[in-house]
């Protein structure tokens, strides 16, 4: 099993999330991924705004000691 994340590498991650987000609040696009029968790709555009704004939301939870 992985160790526990150190309180330094959450906060990098959280910056690291913080630094990619762009002017208007969203985050960029990333690649297309996922295929389906190798003919279709997905590009899961609620999750590049939904999966960054969830992690900030929880790195923010545990820095500040605040429970689920």
Do not use: C, F, I
Request: proline share 6%; charged share 20%; no cysteine.
């Amino acid at each position: 099993a992985a160790a526990e994340p150190t309180a330094d590498a959450l906060g990098r991650a959280a910056q690291g999330l913080e630094d990619m987000q762009l002017d208007s609040g969203e985050w960029p696009d990333g690649q297309s991924v996922g295929a389906y029968l190798a003919t279709a790709l997905h590009t899961y555009r609620r999750y590049r705004q939904y999966l960054p704004v969830t992690a900030l939301a929880l790195y923010e939870r545990r820095r500040t000691g605040q429970t689920p």
